[in-house]
């Protein structure tokens, strides 16, 4: 099994819909999830981070966590076509990161 | 917010010709890098970790006379592909965390093509 599983897509949405995207992790003793947005062909830019379940907002964006179910999501409100790229999960803990595959999205105008 | 800096971002050098990717931390001090590899569609995969003033760890299956890491500061880390071939032909990217436990920053990687 792998540590962090992520369904690659790729996820096309209208503009202005919600994007939904989900990882599923499989070691409990991760303590903390990000997600990155990549455009293509530049390096990952971190867009959010939280350590402990619940839901954390920034802006358009909510992370939310659940560590019972291993479970992580990223949600973007109204969506832009700007949003167009390829987000990735990760997970890290122990002095150790274990990333998703990304899952590429594309917002239609 | 921390900001790493990779430089070149594109780079295509003939088979058996050798490739220097810079790495540099530019308002923070960088104990520890980390190295990726990144192929299309693909995640990234961590290569190793450069330690400043000490070795580098390399993951299993990467060979280190292959890729070597020199982190000579606590801002700058290098890795030099030697004795490139096509197969090495990749998206190279390089992180750091901000501070100890924070989330990774990343470079805006290096694109290698060995013709």
């Known amino acids: 099994q792998k540590e962090v599983e992520q369904d690659p897509g790729p996820l096309s949405v209208p503009e202005g819909a919600i994007v939904s995207l989900n990882c599923t992790y499989s070691n409990s003793a991760f303590q903390y999830f990000m997600w990155y947005r990549q455009y293509s062909r530049k390096g990952p830019e971190l867009l959010m981070y939280?350590?402990?379940?619940g839901n954390k907002e920034d802006g358009r964006f909510t992370a939310q966590v659940d560590k019972s179910s291993k479970y992580i999501s990223l949600f973007i409100r109204d969506s832009q076509p700007s949003d167009s790229a390829t987000y990735l999960c990760?997970?890290?803990?122990?002095?150790?990161?274990?990333f998703g595959k990304g899952n590429q999205v594309v917002v239609i105008p | 917010g921390a900001v790493v800096s990779q430089h070149p971002s594109w780079v295509i050098c003939k088979s058996g010709t050798s490739v220097k990717i810079e790495c540099r931390s530019l308002d923070f001090q960088a104990t520890t890098m980390f190295w990726y590899r990144q192929f299309p569609k693909q995640s990234l995969m961590l290569m190793a970790t450069?330690?400043?003033?000490?070795?580098?760890?390399?993951e299993q299956g990467v060979e280190k006379d292959k890729f070597l890491i020199n982190h000579a500061s606590l801002t700058l880390s290098t890795l030099t592909v030697t004795s490139a071939h096509p197969e090495d032909s990749s998206f190279y990217i390089c992180?750091?965390?901000?501070?100890?436990?924070?989330?990774?920053?990343f470079g805006n990687g290096t694109r290698l093509t060995v013709t």
């Open positions: 939280t350590y402990s379940s």
């Open positions: 990760a997970v890290g803990g122990n002095n150790r990161l274990a």
């Open positions: 992180s750091a965390p901000g501070t100890v436990n924070s989330p990774l920053h």
């Open positions: 450069s330690n400043e003033g000490s070795k580098a760890t390399y």
